[in-house]
């Protein structure tokens, strides 16, 4: 058969791995919202879920058990089941022809891996070797935003602190904080099942395991390494400290910045106006400001509280807040925009 020219090559057969949980089912709606040009879709998860059906385009499609064999005949496979799965099945996907578009940890800091936001470094995928990573939520809600402003004027130093949602931990979390709030509300106890502590009325500091030597938990550290990864800057200087809140669905985070040069807060949101993926909500006058529910549901990345950091005299800091979908950007509508550069 000869060679098509680009122009006409099929429209790619899509699958999604974790197609029942929190992130697949933004993924079916990002696929289907965005009129992603795939000519199949087959979905993925646990065996618990096969045979079940999940509407796509208004036609129901059948849930398959994920195994290596079922993978085969996909062009491209975006993965959202955790880590595990993604060092289990992945591999397979590939050898099979797909490529993985993966949102679990398991490759992102691999040398020979993309770890790509496509506002920050499409440019990157281009050298994928049939695996592109989707980072960690809050390096790309951080991310975002930073970009266009260390590209006219370099960042030196980063200072955040992360106020994020249960979603990042799945469906099942999000199901215990509408539970737990309710019987909280009711008088009634609630044996935290998924999140470490009392989620309801309560925040705690993120539930991965702190590594004793650094005292940075595993997200804390994922966002250091994937922001310098993502931002092509490996000596970036950052500190970070995430904490779980009881919010949805979207991760908002305090950031200090400190700047190469001088830099003023109206500068800055000049720059932001302009940035792609960001909208600006910096109401003085009203004390409107991102927030998680305003930011839910939302492709962009709301900004705003853009102010001098006045513990900085020389005038090259700036504090700002940011809050973010972590379903969307954070996760699927990320993956997608990736999927979306591979078909071209
Ligand atoms: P299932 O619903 O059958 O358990 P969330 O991040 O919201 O917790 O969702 C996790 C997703 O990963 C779900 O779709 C879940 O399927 C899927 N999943 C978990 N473990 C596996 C596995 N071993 N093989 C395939 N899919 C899995």
Not at 59 to 85: M, Y
Not at 256 to 276: C, K, Q, W, Y
Not at 311 to 320: L, T
Request: hydrophobic residues 45%; negative net charge; aromatic residues 4%.
């Amino acid at each position: 058969m000869s060679a098509q020219p680009p122009s006409q090559s099929p429209a790619p057969r899509v699958g999604i791995v974790g197609a029942t949980g929190a992130v697949g089912g933004e993924l079916l709606l990002c696929l289907e919202q965005r009129r992603f040009p795939l000519s199949s879709l087959r979905l993925f998860a646990s065996p618990r879920s096969a045979g079940r059906s999940l509407l796509f385009r208004d036609e129901p499609v059948k849930v398959e058990a994920l195994t290596e064999a079922a993978l085969a005949g996909l062009d491209i496979v975006l993965f959202s089941a955790g880590s595990a799965t993604s060092r289990q099945f992945a591999p397979a996907a590939m050898r099979h022809g797909a490529v993985v578009v993966d949102n679990s940890s398991a490759f992102r800091m691999d040398a020979d891996v993309p770890l790509v936001v496509p506002e920050v470094n499409p440019a990157a995928i281009t050298a994928h070797r049939g695996l592109i990573a989707n980072p960690n939520c809050v390096a790309i809600v951080a991310a975002v935003p930073l970009w266009p402003l260390h590209r006219v004027n370099p960042i030196c130093r980063i200072i955040a602190a992360t106020y994020q949602a249960a979603s990042g931990a799945g469906a099942a979390a999000m199901e215990e904080l509408r539970e737990s709030t309710e019987a909280y509300l009711e008088g009634r106890d609630y044996p935290a099942r998924v999140l470490a502590h009392p989620y309801a009325f309560n925040l705690f500091s993120h539930d991965t395991a702190v590594d004793p030597l650094t005292g940075y938990n595993d997200e804390e550290t994922k966002v250091i390494r994937e922001m310098r990864k993502i931002m092509g800057e490996p000596e970036l200087r950052i500190g970070v400290t995430c904490i779980r809140v009881p919010v949805l669905r979207a991760h908002s985070i305090a950031l200090t910045v400190e700047f190469a040069d001088p830099i003023t807060p109206e500068a800055v949101r000049a720059l932001l106006a302009a940035a792609p993926g960001v909208r600006l909500v910096d109401d003085v006058a009203h004390n409107h400001f991102p927030m998680p529910r305003e930011a839910s549901g939302q492709d962009d990345i709301l900004v705003g509280r853009i102010r001098r950091d006045v513990s900085d005299p020389s005038g090259r800091s700036v504090a700002m807040f940011v809050a973010g979908d972590q379903l969307l950007k954070g996760a699927a509508l990320n993956a997608v925009q990736i999927a979306e550069r591979l078909v071209g």
